[in-house]
């Protein structure tokens, strides 16, 4: 994508990197010239990961940060600025989710959905603002899910609630930006099911795991980063408010 070139030299922030969407991303970010840094609470995959693209001449920071703690993800900022001296690119990736009845969910359970999907998000989005808010050009993506629009399968309410959430927020961070004649771009990117350790969490009712699975053919993680790229590509005049992408087959 010709309009990817202009980001070469910036530096990108990718959370929950450690594996599935994250990594994807963040892989498709070295490979773009773009200095990424990388979180996650797992450090030796991050570490792994970093070993692996600056093999490949990227230019890659690890930084371990649990999402649900503001210290971890002031101290991943404060990390990038230390390294490169700014972030140009924000990707809230990090996630939670379970798939349990409502009668059954443990308030710790829905409060650590919460904390990572909608609290750290909004605590990493805070510190990107203030280090944007200058530049001519920057990005804050947020991955948010198909279940942030319309929400039909059981037992997956609070990740459904959190996804909701993220949509809002994205929205009115926008509608201020503009209204401050902000150069930020802000998007959405709504996957449908990944193929990513997530996956593991769901199972369809009655159904077995391996027969919801077998209903069509799952986005995979390059699907996802792909999107993100395509978001970076679009001219500075040209801001994607949501992408939507689900798996032929699978209903929204």
Do not use: C
């Not at 994607?240 to 929204?252: E, K, T």
């Amino acid at each position: 994508m010709e309009g990817l070139k202009r980001w070469k030299g910036k530096v990108a922030m990718v959370t929950g990197a450690s594996s599935g969407i994250g990594e994807a991303i963040a892989r498709g970010f070295a490979g773009i010239g773009l200095k990424t840094v990388i979180t996650a609470r797992r450090k030796d995959r991050l570490d792994a990961l970093v070993k692996e693209l600056s093999g490949q001449g990227g230019e890659v920071l690890a930084v371990q940060a649990d999402m649900s703690k503001p210290a971890d993800i002031k101290a991943a900022f404060a990390a990038a600025q230390k390294q490169w001296g700014s972030v140009d690119v924000l990707v809230n990736n990090a996630g939670h989710g379970s798939r349990r009845p409502i009668s059954e969910v443990s308030a710790d359970l829905w409060k650590e959905t919460l904390d990572i999907n909608v609290y750290g998000l909004a605590v990493a989005t805070q510190e990107a603002l203030r280090i944007m808010k200058d530049k001519d050009e920057a990005q804050i993506i947020n991955i948010g899910s198909i279940y942030g629009h319309q929400h039909r399968v059981p037992m997956f309410a609070m990740y459904a609630a959190s996804k909701h959430a993220v949509n809002a927020f994205t929205n009115t961070l926008r509608t201020e930006l503009q209204a401050q004649k902000s150069k930020i771009r802000v998007g959405v990117i709504s996957p449908g099911l990944v193929a990513t350790e997530m996956r593991e969490k769901l199972t369809n009712g009655e159904m077995s795991y391996d027969s919801y699975w077998d209903l069509f053919h799952p986005l995979l993680p390059q699907d996802i980063a792909d999107a993100a790229l395509y978001m970076l590509s679009t001219p500075p005049y040209a801001e994607v408010h949501d992408l939507m992408i689900g798996p032929m087959g699978q209903a929204l």
